[in-house]
């Protein structure tokens, strides 16, 4: 009860003009900043920390918050669109909506990324702000072993995303985890692989990587197959989801949520991989698996999902301890700091005003995020209509503008463009290039985390502490058993083919 | 006559004395950056955003705040430097800044630098979970001395202030544990209140808003006001450790003329006894001081000396090659060996076109691709120092042990059957010749700057592409550049280059 009349008046403060204008303005800063590949919700909410120094604390946290939520669905608009997802959390968005783009149905791609986005941001907010003190004291005691053995299997969903050429998915997620070595080694602090050059201390950045591998590389792809039809659909007769459609999707959405907000509390594990994970999950258990890669509306929901419950996750951590679970957090951490307000358990005894504000505030700007999009994924679907002569070389600008913001270096813009021809011939070779970003995502939750793990006992420790080995054999299993399946499914073909 | 003469004179002295009075009190006649190594939000950007807010009560100018994160500060360090030494760069910098110059081997930065003023010292202090049983001092030492070494200590970077700190805490009280490094303090923090450890380095401030975290041990000569219970190394029988502390300062290049020197001077001066100051920073535990260009240079010269020392200790710098392996890893043994590779991968190359299976070029190149790649890696694994159970080259093994097996299966499967292949865009020719505009465009905006490379690289691209309505194509590419003007420039701050050619003319 208590919490009901705390949120009573945390809306009470939030039904004001001025956060309502300020929730409105985050959501579009946000879909924008998401949207555009390069600007990710961590610096998206970076980039205005700044400006929120002059405001009151809550409403720079309002602000803050919407911009943060936004940004994970603004990503999903240019993977569905143009297969240059605009946040990596996004990437798995692209596997599904970015099919249904080319089968003429945009619409359904972008109304399933929206619903998704808002049912996920619902339920990460409601499961924060009913467990989040449980759910904190669970996430200290996750162990590295433990992290470590979350991240393998993270890594095994690459034998799902592989398919067929799972051989190749896995040399691409093995290139993404070796190259992810490159730079300062975060254990011990020597310098590994960087060629003596300042530009590689901190190895490559995701965010070029990103732009290269996707991005550039479809365009290249597009060129070369000289795709500049401009496939003429009248706006008013595009397809958009139907009520069934979304009800359909519920157990998605609802498994993919819940499994979202928990990946995302433990800090460091982030919406990436919580996609990645839900995504294989959702694949696994779909009676149409054939579907996902091909237009699949749950691969879609699925993703989306996922990645915007980790918001809600991701705050359980700050609110409750004052440890960032993710980069845009720790950001949040500052902004809370420059306004004299540390972060933790005691915020809620000293400044509940601030922390269900926040919580009322997050309700709200899921509400706004739902309404803009509805009205903005009209217009995202003209993206579509930009004849593609035009539209592809304003791809290869946005790409370099976006890789070059991330920390306004050259280097990144070259590697940009490396990783952009690497792509295209990857592609031309049918390597997935997924699993690359996965391998970057992961290399250094897994690589750090074991070597802690390590460490702390020895190599025993994976197996013997009951989380991590449960989550090890899950991820044998997971790994084996696509391919074990492919290779009964080969022979069955074959002893077909014989028997005709 | 005379009288116009020396009107004349009178007004020429009149406007002289004006002119120089003008420049001696408008020293900044333009915005004076502040640059910070980190992205917006943390401690030290926070301080720079403060002395920046502070500063405008004692002086016109404007301050304005650029975040140049990378390498812990060498990208930072590296812009100061390069920029002119006129005082309209400053640079916000911590004592992490000196392990980071020292185990980069870039001591030029100190030299380079004017150490201007040391603005505030966080001691710094051993924190411990208060429901755990070990949790005061005395309670660390017993658990050590029976744990043997295996007792462990958690906290950010291996070979940073708060890894050294704890070094010399174990070396004067005698004692031995493992440092357990987390990618952030407050990951760190984290694991202590999982009780994954015994003790967490940091600073004061960090227990605040936390009820489970306590001090066990401060550094420094003095306990703290905000912390009145909590005892000094000193008083735990514990010396040497008084100047152990975290400080964060401003500096300028090297080179900057005495009189901005000097304005600079006051102006720190009048920020340092700022009631608003000192108050918004005490409160966290922090000690607001002030240190001139002397002590500070001082202070670093002494911190180089210890980063030294000890990071020589754990292994991080100064490590000889020491066989066959690690020789070629390093210096142009390693140049020469990634060219030699680049020369055989050409020749095998070469041999697969001129050869039955050049339809299939791409798929045998990629596997070898990747296993030259992965031989290089593993060679130059070799010379990472290690001395520690698992050392940095362990895990980028693992994942060349993975990858050159996979490859070899691939590359045998591709050269023993003849898969048929399904045809793929015969357009490489215009793909090229997209990637030589791309290069050429991102040469371009290196010298003549954003806005003119992007206008000619949208026209040449839409034009390339087969687009002829060249109205369309001159107003989309404007337009693109007032909305990367107005979006990125004006909101967001983002430093489109101007050109090295651009600013030479101007």
Partial sequence: MEILTNMAQGFEFVLGWQPILYIVLGVIMGILAGAMPGLSPSMGVALLVPFTYAMSPTLALILLVSIYI?????????????????????????????????????????????????????????????????????????????????????????????????????????????????????????????????????????????????????????????????????????????????????????????????????????????????????????????????????GVAAAEAANSSSVGGALVPLLTLGIPGSASTAVLIGALMIHDLTPGPQLFNNNPEIIYGLFASLLIANIVMLVLGLFGSKLWVKVTAVPKKILYPMIFTISIIGSFAVRYSFFDIAACLGFGVFGWILRRNNYPVAPIVLGIVLGNIAETNFRRAVMMGDYTIFFTRPVSLVLLILALVSFGWPILRNKIYNRKDIAKLKSR | ???????????????????????????????????????????????????????????????????????????????????????????????????????????????????????????????????????????????????????????????????????????????????????????????????????????????????????????????????????????????????????????????????????????FSNVNNDPEWREYWERGGIDVIYKNSDEFTKIVHSDKEQFTHYLQKIGIINTEATNLLAK???????????????????????????????????????????????????????SFPSNEKVGPSVIPRLWIFILIPLNIFLLIDILRQNKEIENIGENKNIVFGFIALLILYLISIFYLGYFISTFVFLFVGIYILGYRKYLTILLISLGWLLFSYLIFYKLLYVPLPVGKLIEMMF
């Fill in chain 1, 70 to 298: 936004a940004a994970n669905y603004g990503g999903s608009i240019t993977a569905v669109t143009i297969n240059a997802p605009g946040t990596p959390s996004a990437v798995v968005t692209s596997f599904d909506g970015y099919p249904l783009t080319k089968q003429n149905k945009p619409g359904m791609g972008l109304g399933v990324s929206l619903i998704s986005s808002t049912i996920g941001g619902f339920i990460g907010t409601i499961i924060l702000i009913l467990f989040s003190v449980q759910l904190a004291k669970v996430a200290v005691k996750f162990h590295p072993a433990e992290y470590f053995a979350l991240s393998i299997f993270g890594l095994t969903t690459v034998a799902t995303l592989g398919g067929k050429n799972w051989v190749k998915a896995f040399i691409a997620a093995m290139f993404g985890l070796l190259i992810n070595t490159v730079g300062i080694d975060p254990i011990s602090g020597v310098s590994r692989f960087t060629f003596g050059s300042v530009n590689l201390y901190d190895g490559f950045s995701l965010i070029p990587a990103l732009i290269g591998l996707f991005a550039l590389s479809e365009v290249f792809k597009q060129i070369d197959e000289q795709n500049f039809k401009t496939k003429k659909i009248a706006l008013e007769k595009t397809k958009w989801p139907t009520i069934m459609d979304y009800w359909k999707l519920k157990i998605t959405i609802i498994r993919s949520s819940v499994l979202g907000t928990l990946i995302g509390i433990f800090p460091g594990a982030g919406a990436t991989i919580a996609s990645f994970i839900s995504y294989d999950i959702a694949k696994r258990t779909s009676k149409e698996p054939e579907k996902f890669g091909n237009g699949s509306l749950e």
């Fill in chain 2, 328 to 382: 070629l890893a390093s210096g142009k043994a390693l140049n020469f060996l990634v060219f030699f590779s680049v020369i055989i991968f050409l020749i095998i190359g070469f041999v697969v076109k001129r050869s039955s299976r050049k339809k299939y070029l791409g798929r045998i190149m990629l596997p070898i691709f990747f296993i030259m790649l992965s031989m290089i890696f593993f060679v130059i694994s070799y």
């Fill in chain 2, 1 to 267: 006559m005379r009288k116009i003469l020396i009107i004349f004179l009178f007004s020429l002295i009149l406007f002289t004395s004006c002119k120089q009075s003008n420049e001696k009190i408008t020293f900044p006649q333009k915005p004076i950056t502040i640059i910070v190594y980190t992205g917006p939000g943390g401690l030290i950007d926070i301080t720079a955003r403060k002395f920046a807010d502070i500063a405008s009560k004692y002086s016109e100018a404007t301050f304005v705040v650029e975040n140049k994160p990378g390498s812990g500060g060498i990208v930072a360090m590296k812009r100061l430097l390069q920029l002119p030494a006129d005082g309209y760069t400053i640079f916000a910098c911590t004592k992490s800044n000196i392990s980071k110059i020292v185990s980069s081997g870039g001591e030029a930065y100190i030299e380079g630098i004017d150490w201007a003023a040391m603005m505030m010292a966080d001691p710094e202090c051993v924190i411990t979970h208060k429901k755990q049983k070990v949790n005061t001092w005395e309670d660390i030492v017993l658990d050590a001395k029976s744990k043997d070494g295996n007792q462990l200590w958690l906290g950010p970077a291996n070979g940073g202030l708060d890894h050294v700190t704890a070094l010399k805490i174990w070396d004067q009280a005698g004692i031995k544990a493992k440092w357990i490094p987390f990618k952030s303090g407050g990951k760190a923090r984290a694991a202590l209140l999982g009780e994954q450890g015994v003790a967490y380095v940091g600073n004061p401030r960090e227990v605040l808003g936390n009820d489970d975290l306590q001090i066990a041990a401060i550094s420094g000569s003095k306990r703290l006001p905000q912390f009145p219970n909590v005892p000094t190394f000193n008083e735990l029988g514990i010396s040497n450790l008084d100047n152990e502390f975290m400080w964060r300062g401003f500096v300028l290049k090297k080179g900057t003329s005495p009189e901005i020197g000097k304005w600079f001077d006051e102006l």
